[in-house]
């Protein structure tokens, strides 16, 4: 599989899991850019979510792991208790540094780093969630002449970080849920 030169983020918390599990399944078979998923978890907690994504929905999900390749058509998630971030080669890396936004893995550390190595090719959605994480990561892709889109906080379960991201990014394109699932499914 080649390395991906384009890359999808999708960054939730609280209240985003089922709406990211939908993406998931709505995806096609094969698709163009590599799809990495950041959810904030607690690193006291196993989760297994590759693990459990892959077995219920048929698909290979990943863990991104440090100087991974960023590979084509593969769904990678941020693994708990570290930062994750895109270098310019297009390989991952992981970080220990403090917390942002009270969270570690931070959406902001991955959106502005994918942004800074994939440019216009870099895309984001920010989901639910009851912090800000994020907004500053939407505002640097777009910076970087990538796109970014935003949950409608009316279909949000939790809407502080959808608003926050649209109270600061006047710009960002709001999508409510089937739309953001109709994005995914028509990837190539």
Sequence with gaps: ???????ILIGGSAGSYNLIVDIIEALPLVFKPAIVVIIHRNPKYSTRIEELLSNRLNRTILQATDKEA?????????????????????????DLSDFIQFSRPSIDVLF????????????????????????????HIQYQGGKVYVQSPDEALIA????????VNKEATVYNNQEILSYFSRLK
Excluded: R, W
């Design 1 to 7: 599989m080649p390395k991906a030169d384009q890359i």
């Design 70 to 94: 960023i590979l084509s058509n593969t769904i990678y998630f941020a693994g708990p208790g570290y930062h994750l971030l895109v270098e310019p080669d297009h390989t991952f890396s992981l």
């Design 112 to 139: 502005e780093s994918a942004a800074d190595s994939y440019g216009k090719e870099c895309v984001g959605f920010l989901l639910s969630g009851a912090n800000k994480d994020g907004t500053n990561g939407l505002l």
């Design 160 to 167: 502080t970080m959808p608003e926050s991201a649209i109270d």
